[in-house]
């Protein structure tokens, strides 16, 4: 077994010391405190205050924010909402979950939805529209937005990947009618689970999403509509409240650690990083550039120790659970291609300079070029 040189998961750093979390659950459990009591209501505010919406509703997961965000814009049954061909698993499922149908459209070179093709895509089944924020990175939603108010669509962002993004100077999840955000173990915050948040800054939308987060019960003995149960756990509400004000600092290392995997990169023959659009920054959850035989390449850095991974070899629109929806192979041109030729290095805060080195090292000597 090769020894691993450059890890891709930084859980080990992140809670190398969790005793301040240890103590504040033993106060949780002393408060018997459980259910969407006080820590959930805290950690809810300080993440609206940190991503700059009115509301934060903590459920369950990433995959439960977009099913409680849809059904909050009144999605459901024999709906259409578009989304991006390119996304991961969850955001199809929850969209299939409220009933709805997904229509993908191709994502662009930046893995981002391809807005020129949206508007081609809206018909009266159309219900709302799903940007995916992939990679940490974020899309031209100033021109998504106009395009969904024209024609009178809710926008619901998938901004899982991607918290503390920006385009123009707006942050992710701000944009949209609400967003959908998650703290899984890999994302930009993580918990010691599953956990997720929509936001929003509409009154009524943040009122249904609370209702459908908790049986639609509008108080103890009134159940107002039908929902789930899909509370942010106080265990993991805990976690992520002493994880939270971290987070300016675990973007900037992603973003300095980004700089320096794309200055050493960037002139090695057989790499080609993606355009970068200078008014989109991103918080790079994941670092991914086409690379010429990408698999060859993948290989030879498992072999070495360097725990590269592939953002996603299979299109969401290819597996096995969605051929119902028709899409023929090769639908989707630039999403076939990323997968491809898309690989991924490991970006997060704790990755030290010794690492970035051995990557950039191990992939100019695949190319046979000297960094
Ligand atoms: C784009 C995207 N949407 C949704 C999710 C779902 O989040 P969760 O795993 O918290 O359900 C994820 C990640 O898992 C994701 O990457």
Redesign the pocket.
């Known amino acids: 077994v090769t020894p691993t040189k450059v890890r891709y998961s930084p859980l080990g750093d992140q809670f190398a010391d969790p005793e301040a979390v240890f103590t504040a659950l033993r106060a949780l459990v002393a408060s018997g405190d459980f259910t969407l009591g006080k820590v959930v209501g805290q950690f809810e505010r300080d993440f609206a205050a940190m991503v700059g919406t009115r509301h934060a509703i903590g459920v369950g997961?990433?995959?439960d924010a977009?099913k409680v965000a849809l059904r909050a814009v009144h999605v459901g049954q024999g709906d259409h909402v578009i989304t991006t061909a390119n996304?991961?698993w969850?955001?199809a499922g929850a969209i299939c979950e409220t009933g709805a149908t997904p229509i993908f459209i191709d994502c662009d070179e930046r893995f981002q939805m391809d807005v020129a093709q949206l508007e081609a895509a809206i018909t009266p089944q159309t219900k709302a529209i799903v940007p995916?924020h992939?990679a940490g990175d974020i899309g031209d939603m100033p021109a998504i937005m106009a395009i969904a108010r024209r024609h009178g669509l809710p926008v619901i962002e998938?901004a899982?990947?991607s918290l503390m993004a920006s385009f123009d100077g707006q942050a992710a999840g701000t944009f949209g009618d609400a967003a959908?955000f998650?703290f899984?173990p890999l994302k930009i915050i993580n918990v010691w689970g599953?956990a997720?948040a929509v936001v929003t800054n509409t009154d009524p939308v943040a009122t249904r999403c609370r209702l459908l987060r908790n049986h639609g019960l509008r108080n103890r003995d009134e159940m107002e509509i039908l929902g789930y149960n899909t509370r942010l756990d106080s265990v993991q509400a805990v976690v992520g409240s002493w994880i939270l004000p971290q987070t300016p600092h675990i973007v900037a290392n992603r973003r300095r650690n980004a700089a320096y995997l794309d200055a050493g990169l960037k002139d090695i023959p057989g790499v080609t990083l993606p355009p970068r659009d200078p008014r989109a920054i991103s918080s790079w959850l994941l670092y991914m550039f086409s690379a010429e035989r990408r698999d060859a390449l993948l290989a030879w850095l498992l072999a070495r120790g360097i725990e590269a991974k592939v953002h996603y070899p299979i299109p969401l629109y290819r597996q096995q659970a969605l051929l119902h929806l028709g899409y023929a192979a090769g639908s989707f041109p630039v999403t076939d291609r990323h997968a491809q030729c898309l690989i991924t290095l490991p970006v997060d805060q704790h990755l030290s300079t010794d690492a970035l080195d051995i990557m950039i090292q191990a992939i100019a000597e695949f190319y046979g070029s000297t960094p």
Do not use: L, P, R, Y
């Open positions: 997961s990433g995959t977009i996304t991961f969850a955001t995916v992939i998938d899982c990947q959908a998650s899984h599953d997720g």
